[in-house]
């Protein structure tokens, strides 16, 4: 067990919906990483938060934004949802803002979009 | 792309033998790291090597790094069919705030 939590862990919508992953990063992590995991693009790097601000971007999709709160917990927003979305969806925590840290992963979302 | 490359894509072995991975990238880089992932579940950080580092072990696990060549290995030894995983090597280049990884080699382990 990471001490990371993602809920739900599954999740099946048609598309054109909206859909709200949730992330708990470690006790005492601030950096809060989301990943895209699908068979033909592999692990993608989406975007991290660190301490409530957004750190870095990678191939994150304008329909998709994310936030980090307060409380250190992260939401990722998947929006006007396309086949293609359909995936795995991982957030990774670690203690400082460096990507190069040990992270510490969730078990994941699995979307299905049909 | 600057996504690395694990090469081979998949490997067979019987238990008890020594299973070789290797991951080659394309950028200068400050650390490379491995990572195990169990199907379907989550990644699990195996061992970190840095760019100034040739070669690290940890239990069972050996990485070499060559940064001459950007490519590193990662060798198992002795496996065990609880080592039946797919294995990534991740890393962030010089100045990058970003994680890359590789396609990964899903590696079989034969009771």
């Known amino acids: 067990d990471s001490g990371v939590t993602q809920t739900p862990k599954h999740l099946i919508t048609a598309t054109g919906q909206r859909v709200t992953l949730r992330c708990s990063p470690r006790s005492g992590d601030l950096s809060v990483y989301w990943y895209q995991q699908s068979l033909d693009q592999g692990l993608q790097f989406l975007i991290q938060?660190?301490?409530?601000?957004?750190?870095a971007k990678g191939n994150i999709l304008e329909r998709f934004s994310a936030q980090q709160f307060p409380d250190l917990h992260s939401e990722l927003n998947l929006s006007s949802l396309e086949l293609g979305d359909s995936a795995l969806y991982f957030c990774?925590?670690?203690?400082?803002?460096?990507?190069?840290?040990?992270?510490?992963f969730g078990p994941g979302t699995r979307l299905t979009v049909t | 792309s600057q996504q690395g490359e694990e090469d081979p894509q998949a490997l067979s072995i019987q238990e008890g033998e020594n299973a070789t991975m290797n991951c080659s990238y394309k950028t200068s880089i400050n650390n490379l790291q491995w990572y195990r992932q169990n199907s379907g579940r989550g990644l699990v950080h195996l061992i970190l090597i840095r760019s100034n580092e040739r070669e690290k072990h940890s239990g069972r696990l050996r990485v070499t790094l060559d940064t001459s060549k950007k490519s590193s290995s990662l060798l198992i030894t002795a496996s065990r069919a609880a080592d039946t995983a797919s294995y990534f090597c991740s890393y962030s280049g010089a100045g990058s705030y970003q994680l890359t990884f590789g396609k990964g080699t899903k590696l079989s382990v034969i009771p």
């Open positions: 990774a925590s670690s203690a400082r803002p460096n990507p190069g840290d040990e992270q510490y």
């Open positions: 938060y660190y301490n409530g601000e957004e750190r």
